[in-house]
């Protein structure tokens, strides 16, 4: 009896006896890869996290096939995320569905489709299909050292349905990751995928859930919206577009122990418009390592330094948190032209809701040209610029006058502090050594008493008053300045300790 020849994908062992070898062909070998069997009128709606957009904020991406050609597919994709509506056209390829093309609206969904939807393809394309049985599809990890493959079939509940999916699956950085395939659908029905660290648990790194699926020769019913404004602001506003219209630079902070990369677009913003920002928080000599679990915020300084604005504060927080080291943020510029003065502070590592790793703490700012609101003169140049500053002089202005108390404004964000510290959450030593820190490197200036700079014991109890003022101010029941009186209360009498 002769076999065809089988391609090296459908072999799935030889047999020797006798010293003939025979060959067995797989009967049950079931490949796939990302985008297989699409066609014309298919439609899927997804809810989708990625930590670059937004910290795993769940949006929904929803799309339909409009049409093929030889080059790939055309899909009509509504993306919601949050109050933000867009609907526009993005191309995907054939051998691999990595978009092509999006319109201008949906760069970024697409990069978030490309990162999660489509991930699996890194592994398996139609030229290069997978077996969905095979425990190797390729390596993944820092140093390749991850094997990525198959873990058998499981039962999987999602709100599309209940699906016997293939389990796609890999262990890195203490944590499973899992992509579950059915063969008959071209994207997979559920992800959760975890970033891959030096150290620490694991975040997030992107998760997929499959809503509803199907095919329709006519437009479905969720593509009868309409694009909204991103992020709000003027409808004249052009969409920030960091393809085409950005600026993009690196500066290392202040304080010398991180470097701050960042995209931003529209390169010359108008008052009023929305802008978005991309930054990366990187070790000093190698971008391609960044901080995990960065806390760090963007806001806005005028021309004395004085705050007028900060992104964190304005969604009712206290800094901004970057699980995988990088963010993609928007928001609406409404600083007066012609420059408007950003910071980026990063304000250390750790836990989300914990105690912040001040030690690579450092800011940049970064000068962008400014225009006018619609309806306006325009008096701006045509690039913006990047300018590194101090500790002292951004992160904290003090201002003083004869025979008056200086006014004290202290960044937001040390307000976690003194909460957890006032809840006896952070003992007084931490709590001490991070005060410590932060008047040493000049994140906070203290107008502090005639020779209390030197005095010290470190040994004192902490009044607890001082712990209750703390308590006040972290609520916003005690402005900055009566704070202060506790602090410089603790270092007159040595409770703290400042070297000179």
């Known amino acids: 009896m002769r ?17 003939t070898a025979f060959v067995i062909p797989n009967a049950f070998a079931t490949t796939w890869y990302p985008g297989e069997g699409l066609k014309q009128g298919d439609y899927y709606q997804y809810k989708v996290c990625t930590a670059d957009w937004h910290n795993c ?36 390829g054939t051998n691999s569905p990595d978009p092509t093309y999006a319109d201008p609206n949906l760069e970024n969904y697409a990069g978030i489709f490309k990162n999660s939807l489509a991930w699996l393809d890194a592994f398996s394309t139609k030229i290069t299909a997978k077996d969905l049985g095979s425990p190797a599809w390729g390596n ?47 994207f997979p029905v559920k992800a959760r995928v975890y970033a891959i660290v030096t150290s620490g648990m694991p975040p997030l790194s992107y998760s997929v859930d499959l809503l509803a699926y199907g095919n329709s020769n006519t437009p479905p019913s969720f593509l009868n919206v309409q694009s909204t404004s991103a992020a709000g602001g003027n409808i004249n506003c052009p969409a920030p577009d960091l393809q085409q219209d950005s600026v993009h630079g690196t500066n290392s902070t202040s304080s010398g122990s991180a470097a701050i990369e960042y995209l931003y677009s529209p390169s010359v913003p108008h008052q009023g418009c929305p802008m978005e920002w991309r930054v990366w928080f990187e070790e000093p000599y190698d971008a391609t390592q960044k901080f995990s679990n960065a806390h760090y915020d963007i806001f806005t300084v005028d021309d004395q330094g004085q705050r007028t604005s900060s992104y964190a504060q304005s969604l009712g927080r206290v800094d901004m948190f970057a699980p995988v080291g990088s963010d993609d943020i928007t928001f609406i510029d409404n600083q007066p032209p012609p420059v408007t003065h950003f910071v980026i502070y ?99 200036q203290i107008p502090t008493q005639s020779g209390s700079a030197n005095t010290t014991s470190g040994t004192q109890q902490i009044p607890a008053w001082v712990k209750t003022n703390a308590g006040w101010w972290a609520s916003g029941q005690l402005g900055d300045d009566q704070f202060v009186q506790g602090l410089q209360y603790m270092i007159t009498n040595g409770i703290i300790k400042i070297n000179s």
């Open 140 to 186: 993944t990890g820092i140093f390749g050292e991850t094997t990525v493959g198959s873990l058998g079939q499981q039962q999987v509940i999602e709100p599309a349905g209940s699906f016997n999916a293939w389990t796609i699956g890999w262990h890195d950085s203490g944590a499973n990751s899992n992509v579950w395939v059915y063969p008959s659908l071209a």
């Open 3 to 19: 076999f065809k020849a089988q391609s090296a994908i459908s072999i799935v062992s030889i047999i020797v006896l006798s010293g």
């Open 346 to 444: 990063f304000a250390g590592t750790g836990p989300e809701s914990g105690v912040a790793d001040v030690s690579a703490a450092g800011l940049i700012q970064v000068d962008v040209n400014t225009l006018p609101p619609f309806g306006g003169s325009s008096s701006a140049n045509s690039s913006g610029t990047t300018a590194s500053i101090t500790l002292p002089s951004m992160a904290m202005n003090t201002t003083s006058s004869t025979n008056t108390t200086p006014t004290t404004v202290i960044p937001a964000w040390i307000k976690n502090n003194a909460k957890w510290w006032s809840q006896g959450q952070l003992g007084d030593d931490q709590f001490v050594q991070g005060l410590q820190y932060m008047i040493q490197q000049g994140i906070i």
């Open 57 to 92: 904020e769940p949006i929904e991406i929803n799309f339909w096939v409009e049409n093929q050609t030889s080059s790939g597919s055309n899909l009509v994709m509504v993306v919601i995320d949050g109050a933000i509506v867009q609907k526009g056209i993005v191309t995907i």
